[in-house]
């Protein structure tokens, strides 16, 4: 048994202190909600952002604040040209943030630009990188198999009452879904579970080897008509936690079933994040029957985590976490390793893509209720 309590940067007013990530890529929307001269606000910690389809087709983000008077730019709207102008006083500014004209005067402030933050567009996602000081030099985790012939993608929005570090390790933990989620992923049998953990400076990674399918209803669904599950076949299963706030759960079974989910969260403060979920599966069954099957009791279960993580967040209020752990929870502590030594390094000024920490490989077993 471990124990690990938490020291790092920022306050919640749960008590717990938060590490905040700046320089890293956060997929905020999805390319349909930047359809048209639609203006989306988005948080990340403290720090707000318009994001908006700009003049030259490009996802465009600018820190949500006018330089005249602060007023959120979001507020405003998109000019036949493009230009966004600020509710209050009409001000305009170009995609790349430059001051394009001020109502009634002749010729520009110079120096009023909004500030522009970089953005990337794949696979059907809009990334921020909410640090205008420190440009990217790496891309984003893009969705494994999105797109690739035989899978099925789903996109789904959720949010949870709880910080970054909660939520991600809510989403990897195994062992609560023999319980709360009882009859819904694993039937409770116990057996045998070789776990390896594989932590790198960027990420964190548990593979679960020697685990039989599992007998809950959604592991039914995803397995209906495969001939492993007859067979008997060991199913492979990874979790990842990858940063600054991607999670990634899949699944294998034989050749015939392959589900992946990836799962981007965005912190919008200490206590609430986002995640914007992007399942992608190759099954025996439609993959359209099957997401119909699927998603609502994805639903269930996610109500069920939102309770428990709600819950938990108001049991923490105004008192510092002391958090005891054991073998089983295989992630949680990585996941709080990664997020603090990376807040650390950010603080430093380090650049964000240099190595944490040596690769390392530790492999443990365990008895699971699967
Ligand atoms: S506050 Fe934006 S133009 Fe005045
Ligand atoms: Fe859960």
């Known amino acids: 048994m471990t124990i690990h309590s938490e020291a790092g940067q920022n306050e919640a007013p749960s008590g717990e202190r938060v590490p905040q990530i700046y320089r890293g890529w956060y997929a905020a929307l999805t390319t349909d909600e930047l359809k048209g001269k639609a ?29 005249h008077r602060n007023v959120p730019l979001s507020l405003g709207k998109l000019s036949k040209c493009g230009e966004l102008e600020c509710k209050y006083h009409g001000w305009t500014f ?31 996602l809009v990334w921020i990188w909410p ?8 891309g984003p985790t893009l969705p494994p198999c999105h797109g690739e012939p035989g899978y099925t993608t789903v996109v789904r929005r959720v949010s949870a009452p709880a910080s970054l570090y909660r939520t991600a390790e809510n989403a990897l933990d195994v062992p609560h879904t023999s319980v709360l989620h009882r009859g819904l992923f694993r039937s409770g049998e ?6 390896t953990v594989r932590r790198s400076g960027q990420s964190a990674e548990a593979e679960y080897s020697g685990e039989r ?37 899949e699944y294998r079974l034989g050749s015939s079933t392959h589900f992946i989910v990836t799962a981007y969260c965005l ?29 609502p009791v994805a639903r269930f279960v996610f109500e069920q985590d939102r309770r428990i993580l709600g819950a938990q967040s108001l049991a923490l209020r105004g008192s510092a976490p002391e958090y005891h752990s054991s073998e089983l929870d295989a992630l949680g502590q990585e996941i709080w390793r990664l997020l603090l030594r990376a807040a650390r390094r950010e603080k430093e000024g ?6 944490l920490g040596r690769e390392e490989t530790i492999v443990q077993t365990f008895e699971l209720l699967a």
Do not use: M
């Open 213 to 249: 399918p599992p007998r809950g209803l959604l592991s039914r669904v995803l397995g209906a008509g495969a001939k492993e599950r007859e067979l008997g076949v060991a199913v492979q299963h990874w979790d990842r936690f990858i940063l600054p706030a991607t999670v990634q759960v």
């Open 350 to 355: 380090s650049p964000e893509a240099a190595p």
């Open 267 to 295: 912190p919008r403060d200490a206590e609430h994040t986002e995640l914007l979920a992007v399942a992608t599966f190759r099954t025996p069954l439609p993959g359209r029957l099957v997401a119909a099957v699927l998603f």
């Open 94 to 124: 170009a995609e790349d943030g430059r001051l394009t004209s001020v109502p009634g005067r002749v010729t520009p402030c110079e120096k009023a630009n909004a500030i522009s933050v970089p953005t990337h567009e794949d696979k059907g």
């Open 131 to 138: 640090s205008p000081d420190a440009p990217p030099s790496v």
């Open 39 to 67: 203006l989306r606000a988005v948080r990340i910690y403290d720090r707000e952002f318009v994001v908006y389809r700009g003049p030259s087709g490009r996802a465009v983000a600018l820190v949500d604040r006018c330089p």
């Open 190 to 195: 116990r057996q045998r579970v070789t776990v």
